[in-house]
């Protein structure tokens, strides 16, 4: 099968499609013949070994020390079923379904493996792979996050990078639980953020956000810019840090800042499950989470996708075609209105 692949660390470049074996599937495994997956932080991270201070041999010990763990990148994938391991019966050959792969990747090749154990859920029947697909990383990170905070109707939510895959799922899951929320983005982001559910949106290139006199129940830290030290005075008592993105000061004080300060500090996003990410297929078919994708590149320009996503001003999610798409899925009135023409 063809796949993305690289076998050292660098510059998007090190990135190129190459014929690999196909993975087995083993008694609980799922294979998803892939039509689309997301070029994440994970795998500019992944790829590059660039990430917060004091994390380097944190990261290689999941992406590897001298040369890459794993050649094929992907932390997600949207698809139909190809295959089932004897033991798997939630799934069948021919299910369409979207998944995290995770730390194992693998969702930049024709073919992934999947666990049944693992965050995998039925594509949502409204939306193409193409979209589906903007639903895993980002949604599932940021319900990860915000599951652990309070966030009843009312209550007020600070998202800071609100412009990014994690940041634009996060206004929306917060919004929809009845938050009144504040998102930080640069200007041109603006009418974006405010279209996902934002109240008020604060431009870091003309206002410091952590400088106004708000006070809030939630700040997600999306872009690692909003440590403790900054953000605390804008915390309500018993509010919530959630650090998407820290340096390792960051993730070895947060237990230690919590117990002390009476707020929740955390750098843990726990563990995505399947029980998650229906519940993100259940809002999209009611129309309550959409996708937000900025760029769409075919496996062949699979380097200009990672070269963009390097910039660092991707809107959402930057996906990876593996197939041609399919067009959107018709809605209910519309295949009515053929039935009776």
């Known amino acids: 099968m063809r796949a993305a692949v690289y076998r050292r660390f660098g510059g998007p470049d090190t990135v190129h499609v190459a014929d690999v074996r196909r993975p087995t599937v083993a008694p609980h495994d799922v294979l998803v013949r892939v039509h689309a997956s997301t070029v994440s932080v994970a795998d500019h991270r992944a790829r590059s070994r660039e990430v917060p201070r004091g994390l380097g041999l944190l990261a290689a010990a999941g992406i590897g020390l001298f040369r890459p763990k794993h050649p094929v990148l992907g932390f997600d994938v949207a698809g139909v079923v190809a295959d ?5 019966t939630t799934f069948g050959p021919g299910d369409e379904v979207i998944a995290m792969t995770g730390g194992q990747f693998g969702g930049h090749a024709e073919y992934a493996r999947v666990p049944q154990t693992a965050a995998i859920a ?3 029947r409204n939306m193409t792979f193409e979209d589906a697909v903007t639903l895993v990383f980002g949604g599932l990170t940021a319900r990860g996050f915000l599951g652990q905070a309070f966030l009843g109707p009312g209550a007020t939510v600070l998202v800071n990078g609100a412009s990014g895959a ?11 639980a009845g938050a009144y929320v504040t998102g930080v983005c640069s200007g041109a982001n603006r009418e974006l953020v405010m279209s996902l559910g934002a109240e008020r949106v604060i431009d870091y290139t003309a206002e410091d956000f952590t400088a106004g006199p708000a006070a809030y129940d939630v700040i997600v830290d999306c872009v690692g810019t909003a ?8 915390l309500k008592p018993g509010g919530a840090l ?3 993105i820290t340096d390792l000061p960051g993730l070895l004080r947060a237990p ?3 117990r002390r300060t009476g707020h929740l500090v955390t750098a843990d996003v726990g563990t995505p499950t399947a029980e998650d990410l229906a519940f993100l ?4 078919e009611a129309g309550s989470f959409r996708a937000v994708r900025d760029r769409t590149y075919d496996l062949g320009d699979v380097a200009e996708a990672h070269r963009y996503v390097d910039t660092g001003r991707k809107r959402g999610n930057v996906v990876l075609r593996l197939r041609g798409e399919e067009s959107a899925p018709k809605s209910t009135a519309q295949q009515t209105e053929e039935a009776s023409s």
């Open 242 to 244: 959630l650090l998407v």
């Open 256 to 258: 230690l800042r919590s």
């Open 84 to 88: 089932v391991g004897a033991n798997v």
């Open 122 to 124: 039925h594509k949502p």
């Open 281 to 284: 297929v259940g809002l999209a």
């Open 227 to 234: 440590p403790f030290e900054r953000v605390r005075h804008l």
């Open 166 to 176: 994690v940041g634009t799922a996060a206004v929306q899951l917060a919004a929809h």
